[in-house]
């Protein structure tokens, strides 16, 4: 049950991260904007990014952010298609449950990639302490979301 809390509530975090960082056109909601500058804030200071690190790395995490988005948005859709079908058929279904069941290779296989660019502009130690960061944000976020 928890890692299902967790996998929507990042979900729901690179949902609005991602909207901000494509400047989606439309009004930025404050809720977006401050989650946006919360992670990457916190990104910036647990691994103690220096200028030109941001520099670098910042746009690659937004970009690695916005394919993740794309993966889990598609997925989404054909799901909401099916559920808004008056008959699905079984492949239709299938073909849902497989996309759903396949975001997180896929997600998997971009931060791999990633990971790569990363390596490049970030030490070991900051390559570690990226994770523990994106934890730690998700566990904040959920403290939060249990004392409203």
Known sequence: MMKRIVSILILTLTI??????QGSGGSRT???TDMYQAKHEM???ELGLTQTQQRQFMPLYEQMERE???VNRNARAL???V???KNPTDK???AAASALSRTRIQEGEIEAKYFEKFSKILSKKQLFQLKQAEMKFTREML???KKK
């Open 16 to 21: 609005a991260t991602t909207a901000l960082a």
């Open 79 to 81: 799901a909401n298609e």
């Open 43 to 45: 990104i910036i200071e």
């Open 83 to 85: 559920e808004k079908k």
């Open 143 to 145: 403290s939060k979301k």
């Open 92 to 94: 239709d279904y299938e």
């Open 68 to 70: 993740i988005y794309q």
């Open 30 to 32: 404050r809720f977006a």
